[in-house]
């Protein structure tokens, strides 16, 4: 799709790389919005069934968001801008950084090599999005809360320890984890796998303020894109009766 983003599809599973690797697989405007783009075909597609989400090279699976072209992440995060009900697995070999360990929490499996290294360290750079506040539906409060103030490095054992992590493997296996993860839910019965986390996210999730924002953002953004708003600013201009059509 874009070299900032590769998508291979090996049967039933859909494999998405962040390929930036110059940049630490950090994203921009650009790469948000492919990386929603193919999650959204991926949806669409009935025989793929499961995804994986990760970054080429060993320096990072993502360093966040790039700040020399800042993006709007939400696009980007599962429940936000990736509205899916398939299970999405995150593949994580070094650095795991900022919205990187967002990403990795709102996605349903993360499988981290003992390499990778998390970090959140906008307390110490002044700024924050305020998406990371999703960790503490995710994780025990006093972790979450180590993870968001500390701003320390967290090993991939002690990522696990909190329940960020549901593996650690050897350096370069994460993938052939997470490919054997997918394997077994691709052979399951999808509807089974989507309720449950349809339910999980829907009702037994709390979500940030943020997180609620990027849901808006996201309703909102289909709308401004919409045929029918084209439609009724055309019709507005031409003084007729607009004739939508609900897309």
Not at 46 to 52: M, P, S
Not at 146 to 164: C, F, H, K, P, T
């Amino acid at each position: 799709m874009s070299e900032s983003l590769d998508i291979t599809k090996e049967e039933r599973v859909t494999i998405f790389t962040i390929n930036r690797p110059e940049k630490m697989n950090a994203i921009d405007k650009d790469l948000a919005r492919r990386i929603q783009d193919g999650f959204a075909e991926f949806d669409e597609c009935e025989d793929q069934r499961v995804a994986i989400l990760t970054g080429a090279g060993e320096k990072a699976f993502t360093a966040g968001a790039d700040l020399e072209d800042f993006p709007e992440l939400w696009r980007c995060m599962p429940g936000m801008g990736i509205t899916t009900t398939k299970p999405v697995i995150c593949a994580i070999d070094g650095h795991c950084i900022g919205g990187g360990i967002v990403l990795a929490a709102l996605c349903d499996l993360c499988v981290a090599t003992r390499r990778s290294k998390f970090l959140y360290p906008e307390g110490k750079v002044g700024m924050t999005g305020g998406l990371i506040a999703s960790l503490a539906a995710r994780l025990p409060h006093k972790v979450a809360m180590e993870i968001m103030l500390l701003g320390r490095a967290v090993s991939a054992e002690r990522a696990y320890e909190m329940g960020l992590v549901n593996e650690v493997v050897e350096p370069g296996q994460h993938l052939n984890a997470a490919r054997a993860m997918a394997t077994e839910m691709a052979a399951m019965a999808p509807l089974v796998l989507q309720t449950l986390k349809q339910t999980v996210v829907s009702e037994m999730l709390t979500p940030a303020p943020a997180e609620r924002m990027g849901r808006t953002m996201r309703d909102l953004d289909r709308v401004e894109s919409s045929e029918d708003r084209q439609e009724g600013l055309a019709a507005f201009r031409e003084k007729r009766q607009a004739e939508f059509g609900g897309r």
